[in-house]
């Protein structure tokens, strides 16, 4: 898989859903590795075709692709050896991996909600709230940015804020459906 082809199968998704929908809203929601998929493609519709999809929802985000390899604790033993970055990011780089979160949000104008769990031992809450700090400076209406986090004692990790009971009032809140 790439980039470039993960983008293109998630827009021909898109294409096929909103061929079927008819009126109703379509939202892109990316976990982990899906975060850069689903602002690629929010951003690529905007960009290229005038579409602001109706929200984009990332859970357990990063920034960038190298960020998130240079911070998952399963590299923390590698990171001390000569040539990590090389053979490591470097080849991620090399690959036409980039997945630009960070960069992707800068331009994205379509409501944005950020879910992390503080516990996450795979992509650490900062990254997240990172990407959170860049798209609220950068977007116009503040209201349409939202991060919220989910406390350690929950024990949600990385895999199960899809779990919390809680999660489909908060989504709903924030897209203000009744």
């Known amino acids: 898989p790439t980039e470039s082809g993960f983008t293109t199968d998630v827009l021909a998704l898109y294409d096929w859903a909103k061929a079927r929908s008819g009126n109703s809203s379509i939202f892109f929601w990316g976990h982990s590795l899906g975060t850069g998929i689903a ?3 929010a951003r690529k519709l905007q960009e290229e075709r005038g579409v602001q999809v109706d929200a984009v929802v990332l859970e ?5 692709i190298r960020e998130a ?3 998952i604790p399963v590299t ?3 990171r001390q050896f000569p040539g990590f970055s090389y ?3 470097d080849s991620l780089a090399l690959a036409n991996m980039f997945f ?3 960069e992707n949000v800068k331009v994205l104008a379509c409501p944005l909600l950020i879910l992390h769990a503080e516990d996450d031992a795979v992509l650490p809450a900062h990254l997240g709230r ?3 700090e860049t798209a609220r400076g950068t977007y116009k209406d503040k209201t349409k940015v939202k991060f919220i986090t989910f406390p350690e004692k929950l024990g949600l990790g990385h895999d199960y804020i899809s779990f919390n009971p809680e999660l489909p009032a908060l989504v ?3 897209l203000n459906i009744k």
Not at 60 to 64: D, L
């Open 172 to 174: 709903k809140d924030f």
């Open 87 to 89: 053979f490591i990011l």
């Open 100 to 102: 630009r979160s960070d």
């Open 130 to 132: 990172e990407l959170f």
């Open 60 to 64: 357990s985000a990063y920034t960038n």
């Open 39 to 41: 602002t690629n493609v």
């Open 76 to 78: 923390k033993i590698y």
């Open 69 to 71: 390899a240079a911070h």
